[in-house]
Nanobody, 119 residues
Framework: QVQLVESGGGLVQAGESLKLSCVASGSFRSIDAMAWYRQAPGKQRELVADITYGGHTNYVDSVKGRFTISRDNAKNTVYLQMNSLKPEDSAVYYC?????????????WGQGTQVTVSS
């Protein structure tokens, strides 16, 4: 019912920036909480940033001051601005959304977009 399509990943050098986008489409009124996760090879999936419908945000300590999550509810889109990228930021980044349907929470995930930071 809900599809999340991510874009913006790529290969950059340390210190550069990328901006990821995730657009939701399908049959729904709104998406409540949205988040970005990442997973590097051999590591567990990690919550990077989270944003509520009203705009309250949380970040994992390792990206505070460098990453900014934002959303445009009219466009059903969430963004992740990543500045001062480090090699340890390299991972597949996934977009997650939560949709309420008849009072039940449904979790949706994007396909993932690769971010590679070289030194």
């Amino acid at each position: 019912q809900v599809q999340l399509v991510e874009s913006g990943g790529g290969l950059v050098q340390a210190g550069e920036s990328l901006k990821l986008s995730c657009v939701a489409s399908g049959s729904f009124r709104s998406i409540d909480a949205m988040a970005w996760y990442r997973q590097a090879p051999g590591k567990q999936r990690e919550l990077v940033a989270d944003i509520t419908y009203g705009g309250h945000t949380n970040y994992v300590d390792s990206v505070k001051g460098r990453f900014t999550i934002s959303r445009d509810n009219a466009k059903n889109t969430v963004y992740l601005q990543m500045n001062s990228l480090k090699p340890e930021d390299s991972a597949v980044y996934y977009c997650r959304g939560i949709v309420l349907i008849a009072g039940i929470r449904y979790y949706y995930w994007g396909q993932g977009t690769q971010v590679t930071v070289s030194s």
